[in-house]
């Protein structure tokens, strides 16, 4: 018997923290290009647009920690793409859920990355944290709205400015012309006076 309820523990104590873990029932997602916030809520079961949503983009290793460990501390190499945010309602049981955030890199290569920060109150601990990146998550993420391509940069600041320095030439010029037109009209108007 004793044997039987070692085993039994030792399987418990293997199971990934996700067996054991609430998960979100509510997930926004925001960031540049989307015309409004891409909203996925639902039940956590398995298979359900919130639940694939949590596990393409590492929420409950990031959120609980897991064994093994499957996030990491450093920041990915290279250019990650424009930033966009995730941000959880997770039920607690009391008055008011959890909520925590994510940052997410859809359009990093050769998949999408997210980072939880380590440290946010959920349930009665804290965040783990970390990088976790999963090829899955940025189809899942199309289907509900995310464009397949990044938003293109915008070059407004170089356009306004060079409106700017444009518009400044122009009215220095027009200033010089007024100066130039008005001794013009004065010589005219001391010659004409000087004459009669």
Known sequence: MKRFLFLLAAAALALPATAFAKGPSDATIT???LGKPIRISGTETDGSP???LAEAAGFFPAAFGQTPVVTTSTRPKGDLGPKYAIDYVVPSGGVKPDRLHQDL???AKPGAWTYMPAGQPIFDMKTHGGWFTDTR????LVAHGLP???PRATSTGAN???FS???KIGAVLL???GIGAAAVLTRRHLRRTATT
């Open 31 to 33: 960031g540049p290009g």
């Open 137 to 140: 998550l940025k189809g899942i």
């Open 175 to 177: 200033v010089l012309f």
């Open 165 to 167: 320095s444009t518009g």
């Open 160 to 162: 306004s400015a060079g």
């Open 50 to 52: 919130i639940m694939n």
């Open 105 to 107: 890199y859809p359009y």
């Open 148 to 150: 397949k391509s990044p």
